[in-house]
């Protein structure tokens, strides 16, 4: 029996020793460079920006098409409450104006990423990635705004001990006054992308 134990003891301490090795040996999937005019600041880049990009930027487009997914959202509760055809012929502009600036934002993060991945210490490609990144940033967040704005607050019951909370749907306000202020508000705000913010200019 204690010969059979050690023999499992072993087995697991090889499998694991193998894992270990493999850990260490596999390559690293970024690099550091140094930039500046005595390259001492650091800046840390994917080997691969190719590879790495999709990764990279599906979380941020999920994010953006979830902006257009809530004006298919409002639209649906407009049509409920009889809003009326002015409402929900901004909501339809609104969305086409997401989804067009969606494509385009998807040109620019492509176009910054691999701009500055391939080539970090080049200030145009720098101020370009990180201005990019803030614009990302920028438009998620008023996305995220105008749904906070038009969703009702969720009424939380109280729930017995020790019994897990029902997921609850997200429910749009009724009021037909708020939903046309947040909206007109939402597109004041707003400032589409022009075509020539999707291309980065090169060195």
Known sequence: MKKNLWILVLAIIAVASVVIVYLLRSPDKTRTVYCGPDN??????????????????????????????????????ASDINAGSEIQTEIVELREKLNQDNIRMQELMKS?????????????????????????????TKLEELKAS????????????????????????????????????????YTPMKLSDAKLRQP
């Open 150 to 189: 038009v969703v009702e607050p969720e009424k939380v019951e109280p729930q017995p001990k020790d019994t897990a909370t029902p997921p609850s749907t997200q429910v749009i306000s009724k009021d037909t006054a708020r939903l046309k202020r947040e909206l007109f508000q939402f597109n004041r705000r």
């Open 112 to 140: 910054c990423f691999l701009a500055y991945h391939t080539r970090p210490c080049n200030p145009d490609a720098s101020k370009r990635y990180y201005d990019m990144l803030d614009t990302l940033i920028s438009r998620i």
């Open 40 to 77: 001492t600041d650091p800046a840390i880049v994917y080997k691969d920006p190719q590879d790495a990009f999709p990764s990279f930027a599906t979380g941020y487009n999920v994010k953006l098409e979830a902006g257009v997914n809530l004006m298919d959202t409002l639209n649906k509760a």
